[in-house]
């Protein structure tokens, strides 16, 4: 049994997200982390859309927490969108600890890091993700979460996509402002064609003729009858896959 899919998903609680990716392409959101260290942390929100290559036969668990609405791309499209997985770290690690002395050094009023070298540093940063800790969910705490069990890709934007909005927020600015800061990036959209897409996946297997009549009305004129029959094909209920994988 493979050990990760040759897809990267992302999946949603919503099948009306689900719509909107499938008809605008991915919307890119503001994401607020706490990355901690052995001697100090860093709280900030940066744009990203979060993916996952766990395989469908393992998959019930993050159903549970991210939701049973999905869709799939082919590993070769994140390749070709920059969209890598994330660089996940143990706080009392070296790796760790040369991150946060980046950091400090980024900080420091007396640096000599450049403009550029500075943005790299939160680039790196953007990608970085506490190998476990502590996870607030549904007014919850989970203690000693294994985030790395997640197998979590991101797309983080480079400043093509991105324009003049902001790479990094604050963690207090973005959370007394997240709207404002969301709705900024509203217009920016990460499409695929129909060729990219490996799975759709629906919450129960009787949503199925709901979904198939949008896809059909979204890309019809975009692909041949031959070619939109796979895409029908690759529809799936997260039902099906619980009770069958």
Partial sequence: MALSTNSIIH??????TLKLIL???????????????????????????CFCDIPLSKSSKHFE???????????????????????????????????????KERRDTTTNLTKEQKK????????????????RRN?????????????????VP?????????????????KNSKEFYNNKLDSIRIKFNHSDISYIIVEKTEQIPLIIKDIKEFFSDKCSVNQLDILLSKVCSAQQIKEDY
């Fill in 11 to 16: 999946y949603t609680n919503s099948i009306n």
């Fill in 23 to 49: 008809k605008e392409g991915f919307k890119l959101k503001y994401c607020d982390e706490v990355l901690k260290f052995n001697g100090g942390s860093s709280a900030a929100a940066h744009p990203m859309i």
């Fill in 65 to 103: 927490s991210y939701g049973h609405f999905g869709i799939g791309l082919t590993k070769k499209w994140a390749v070709k969108n920059g969209i890598n997985p994330v660089l996940y770290i143990d706080k009392d690690s070296l790796i760790a600890k040369s991150i946060l002395e980046l950091i």
């Fill in 120 to 135: 790299l540093v939160l680039e790196i940063k953007s990608y970085a993700k506490n190998y476990s800790g502590n996870l």
């Fill in 139 to 155: 007014g919850e705490i989970i203690k000693d979460y294994r985030y790395y069990d997640e197998r979590e890709w991101r797309l």
């Fill in 158 to 174: 480079d400043k093509n996509i991105l324009g003049k909005n902001s790479f990094s927020i604050s963690s207090k600015s973005y």
